[in-house]
């Protein structure tokens, strides 16, 4: 009972990540109906400027404090969204009336731009990375949760209710979401388009960063091709959930990460990322629209 | 006299291309401040693309389009409504992802003036009151009537200089289109210019001031809404007789 109490921690503070990671890829396939798959290598970037904050340009990493280590989040996580800004500014909007084939080919460029210009800036080897005591931070009868557990389930719950609010309840959200319907109609309300869509890409990047920090805290390195398998596998999460649905990314992401602990809690480990893609396969079997997805689908 | 009556907007030999299809040829008109103007003509006349030209969607081949004495050339739509020139544009075009009163705060994006705005969606509850019993529902769930409804509340929420209307009418029954064209000319009175471009001729001719009859993308006939309706060729080629 209480392994499969563990496995469930374990398995929704991975996916809390997951779920972070994914809403960048929902939120900017609903303004633009682009997949940017750049987006696990913005989350790689937030990682390796935490990483570099802390242990390169200040003495954080040695001596962790809560008021440093949120001081390293927020410069990664600007760091992140100005990136994200400029992505989409010199990439993808000049191809904004371009077939959307050229866009997602460009994206699988920037990708490759960002993970081997990492290699080249960074150097390619894994370095250690700490900014969050890593430590057990409670146990309950034999359930442990570690101060990154308990962390990650903070951070990531306090931001996905920050962007809920954003996205559902503020002047700027309303106006994602009309574009996110109609660009064309939404710019007759006095919505400057460009604008949201580069507003989208700023806070998918900044949620991007965070998630990389919290990832590169649970399993304590950071690399230039870490971003690789966590962006795909939060690319399932979306679609899991119903790409361009926001509510749909933070479940997919939270589902994904609770399957790929128990099975590799129950059956073997080296199965681990091959259930993301099982379910991937499964769910385009079944309802490609995804879980919350809308049934009149848009074709990618 | 002569200087107060400048045209709000005017349109001069306006050429669109969409790719290889050539659909305004050279069309010219102009709208007086305070007027209602229609735009009749058969489908692929043109009406829906002159509209979308003057709210910056689409980009002229040719010709020159001026709003209160300027040049609209390169103009964004959004920069467009900052301007008092606002487009409801055709399909209804509600939000169907957000509620009624998502969609009607949408029209008045741009404003600050809250008061104003509370004020001005209680005028357009007063105008459609079905609109009020659903604002919490997505704008989806509406029947297609009650879409045009809030279309054009919206619309009205701008509180637009100039507010370009394409087919008020399209797809509702006939006494809810009778009850949106009253409502046209009530606000029209209420010192709105309105650009009408509207299928149903009797209607369109009816409350117009002036009104312009396109033809495979050119001006062919004009004059105001009463000498079309009497005209023996618009009585035959729009009016069904």
């Not at chain 2, 043109?46 to 020159?64: D, E, F, I």
């Not at chain 2, 103009?75 to 169907?96: D, I, Y």
């Amino acid at each position: 009972m209480i392994e499969l109490l563990q496995h469930i921690v374990d398995g929704l503070s991975l996916g809390a990540i997951y779920a972070l990671i994914a809403l960048g890829y929902t939120m900017v396939y609903g303004v633009l109906k682009l997949i940017n798959f750049a987006h696990g290598d913005v989350f790689m970037l937030g990682a390796m400027m935490g990483y570099y904050a802390s242990a390169k340009w200040s003495g954080e990493a040695q001596n962790p404090s809560f008021w440093g280590a949120a001081l390293v989040g927020i410069l990664s996580m600007a760091i992140c969204g100005v990136v994200g800004f400029i992505i989409e500014r010199v990439a993808y909007r000049p191809l904004r009336n371009a077939p959307r084939i050229n866009s997602l080919i460009t994206a699988i460029g920037v990708s490759f731009l960002l993970e081997y210009g990492g290699q080249n800036l960074f150097g390619p080897t894994p370095n250690p990375f700490g900014i969050l005591p890593r430590r057990e931070a409670l146990n309950l009868g034999g359930l442990s949760l570690g101060y990154v557990d308990v962390i990650v389930f903070v951070v990531s719950i306090a931001l996905m209710l920050i962007l809920q609010r954003i996205v559902f309840h503020t002047r700027i959200g309303t106006a994602m979401r009309a574009v996110s319907w109609n660009a064309q109609v939404a710019s007759l309300m006095g919505i400057n388009t460009d604008f949201i869509i580069s507003f989208t890409f700023v806070l998918g990047s900044v949620l991007a960063a965070a998630a990389g920090l919290l990832y590169a805290s649970k399993y304590p390195s950071v690399h230039p091709l870490m971003g690789l398998m966590p962006g795909l596998k939060a690319f399932v999460a979306a679609v899991l959930g119903g790409i361009g649905n926001v509510p749909g990314a933070m479940l997919g992401g939270l589902l994904l990460g609770l399957a790929e602990q128990l099975v590799a809690g129950y059956w073997s480990s080296s199965w681990r990322d091959a259930v993301a893609f099982a379910m991937l396969i499964i769910i385009l079997l079944v309802k490609p629209s995804g879980i919350l997805g809308r049934s009149d689908a848009e074709k990618v | 006299m002569s200087e107060a009556s400048a045209p709000l907007l005017k349109i001069e030999n306006l050429d669109v291309h969409y790719g290889a299809i050539h659909a305004l040829r050279g069309a010219s008109f102009s709208i007086a401040q305070g007027e209602i103007v229609s735009l009749i003509g058969a489908n692929g006349a043109g009406k829906t693309t002159t509209l979308r030209a003057v709210s910056g969607m689409l980009k002229p081949s040719a010709g020159k389009i001026t709003y209160r004495g300027e040049d609209l050339a390169g103009k964004k739509p959004h920069q467009l409504v900052a301007k008092g020139l606002c487009h409801a544009p055709e399909g209804r075009g509600v939000f169907p992802n957000l509620t009624v009163l998502e969609n009607l705060h949408l029209g008045a994006f741009l404003r600050r003036d809250t008061a104003a705005i509370h004020e001005d969606l209680e005028k357009g509850f007063g105008l459609f009151p079905r609109l009020r019993e659903r604002a919490k529902q997505l704008a989806g769930t509406l029947s297609g009537g009650e879409q045009q409804m809030l279309a054009i509340a919206r619309a009205l929420m701008a509180r637009p200089t100039l507010l370009l209307l394409d087919e008020p009418s399209l797809g509702l029954a006939p006494q809810i289109t009778e009850a949106i064209f009253q409502i046209i000319e009530d606000i029209n009175r209420a010192g709105m210019t309105i650009l009408l471009v509207e299928q149903n001729a009797h209607l369109a001719l009816g409350i117009a001031h002036h009104a312009h009859v396109l033809e495979t993308g050119s001006v062919v006939q004009s004059g105001t809404g009463r000498e079309l309706l009497k005209s023996p060729e618009i009585r035959r080629a729009y009016l069904g007789e």
